[in-house]
């Protein structure tokens, strides 16, 4: 028998004792939030048995790969997931569906079935909700303290390009996400339009 609260409980100890403290977006309340979304998805298509377990586990462990690296975490979770997962009882068949789960978040987001798609939306759920602005900033100062942008104009090129480019893969996201990521991408390109006319 799976102890899934065994293994829950295990990674969010983790993550809140050993994360990096200058991780201001990929910090323990991100795992928290994909992990809320995960268990509305499980609830709204009904999800059952393994495949709930499945959704539920990658998403708690989807960025647990922070506590060994910042480039390619998402490896590192696998290698985590791989590890520890065993101690609380998941089989080997488990653990692969669970790390094809976490590979799927890694950008640009690849999903191969249904669970894959639920976990890649869960982790960027926030881009069609009202908090994206105050999340979004978050991201900014996490990826200038690792030299990913250096300024404010690279910052919102780079988030006008990721969200015209990307898509929701379920039906949920499509209808209640996508309406208010159109709405967060007309926010960023004015924001991006201000900064270049305030260089002219």
Same mark, same amino acid.
């Given at each position: 028998?799976?102890?899934?609260? &065994?293994?829950?409980?295990?990674?969010?100890?983790?993550?809140? +004792?050993?994360?990096?403290?200058?991780?201001?977006?990929?910090?323990? %309340?991100?795992?928290?939030?994909?992990?809320? @979304?995960?268990?509305?998805?499980?609830?709204?298509?009904?999800?059952? &048995?393994?495949?709930?377990?499945?959704?539920?586990?990658?998403?708690?462990?989807?960025?647990? &790969?922070?506590? /060994?690296?910042?480039?390619? !975490?998402?490896?590192?979770?696998?290698?985590?997931?791989?590890?520890?997962?065993? &101690?609380? !009882?998941?089989?080997?068949?488990?653990?692969?569906?669970?790390?094809?789960?976490?590979?799927?978040?890694?950008?640009?987001?690849?999903? /191969?079935?249904?669970?894959?798609?639920?976990?890649?939306?869960?982790?960027?759920?926030?881009?069609?909700?009202?908090?994206?602005? /105050?999340?979004?900033?978050?991201?900014?100062?996490?990826?200038?303290?690792? !030299?990913? @942008?250096?300024?404010?104009? +690279? %910052?919102?090129?780079?988030?006008?390009?990721?969200?015209?480019? !990307?898509?929701?893969?379920?039906?949920?996201?499509?209808?209640?996400?996508?309406?208010?990521?159109?709405?967060?991408?007309?926010?960023?390109?004015?924001?991006?339009?201000?900064?270049?006319?305030?260089? /002219?």
């Amino acid at each position: 028998m799976v102890d899934f609260e &065994g293994a829950k409980s295990y990674v969010l100890s983790e993550l809140s +004792q050993n994360l990096p403290d200058n991780l201001t977006y990929h910090g323990l %309340w991100h795992t928290k939030d994909v992990y809320r @979304v995960a268990v509305e998805f499980a609830d709204y298509y009904k999800l059952t &048995g393994d495949d709930r377990i499945v959704l539920e586990t990658a998403a708690l462990y989807h960025d647990s &790969g922070f506590l /060994r690296v910042y480039r390619n !975490h998402e490896e590192a979770g696998c290698e985590i997931a791989s590890d520890v997962l065993p &101690g609380f !009882h998941y089989s080997q068949d488990l653990i692969e569906q669970v790390c094809e789960l976490i590979m799927a978040t890694k950008l640009p987001q690849s999903p /191969r079935r249904f669970l894959s798609e639920l976990i890649c939306d869960s982790d960027l759920d926030y881009i069609g909700g009202n908090d994206y602005v /105050r999340i979004a900033n978050l991201l900014f100062e996490e990826f200038k303290e690792y !030299h990913i @942008v250096t300024s404010e104009m +690279q %910052w919102f090129e780079m988030q006008v390009g990721f969200l015209e480019t !990307h898509s929701y893969f379920s039906d949920f996201s499509r209808q209640f996400r996508n309406p208010g990521k159109l709405q967060n991408l007309k926010l960023v390109k004015a924001h991006l339009e201000k900064l270049r006319q305030d260089e /002219r």
